[in-house]
């Protein structure tokens, strides 16, 4: 699966200094419910949903629906799934920075040692069924700029992209909403409003993580062209033609 990176920018740097306080949304930031759970089980099933789209794709026709769990999960976790799996037949001679690397993955999918196999079982299987064009990973890039990323999905059409991001040197809430709709193929997201922290939202940023959260949505389905999409309340569903 080919790797999107998007380029780095200027005006927003993201790594979340070690000690830095995390902000805490404050009433100025519209409340959009309960968190979105994050799970290494909705990470897998969107990874799973994405094998078989494209299966499917070989009748011409696609067809996927996805939660706003599942593309929360992928955005937060999915990289973190692959690494584990190119890990796997090293995982008896790490060095101590792959070791240390190892636990830090391990805490964020909330396993352990003895589950890594079950886990290993999964993605292999699914990486067989994907073939060469291997499995799906998340926008690295978009993982950066959107901290602790929250994706919503709402009735009344648009996606919400929740998170956090260093802005001028200090840590800040992020909450943009976009429209989406099928262009030229393409899952397009329309910025419609934004906050980041006490400042305007920054055009880099708008497009970086309109880009990165559509790109997201659409992991291994570069070879289809989406021709409908439907946003309902925390489900997301589109169909298109193969390329």
Known sequence: MRRWVLGLIVLVVVA????????????????DGPAVPVTRESAISFIQKSVAAGQGASSGLVSWQVTQEEVTSFIALGADLAELLQMQNRLGNLTPAERARLDEILTRLEIDESQISTVLAQLEAQQEAAGLGGLP?????????????????????????RGYGEIRGRSQPIRLVFAPRASAGELELTFVEGMVGPIAVPDELINAVGSGVARAILAGNAYAEITELRVEEGVLTFGGQRK
């Open 16 to 31: 979340v200094a070690v000690g830095c306080e995390r902000p805490t949304l404050t009433a100025e930031m519209t409340d």
């Open 137 to 161: 990973i998340p926008d690295l890039a978009l993982r950066l700029l959107l901290r602790e990323p929250q994706i919503y999905f709402r009735a009344n059409g648009q996606i919400i992209a």
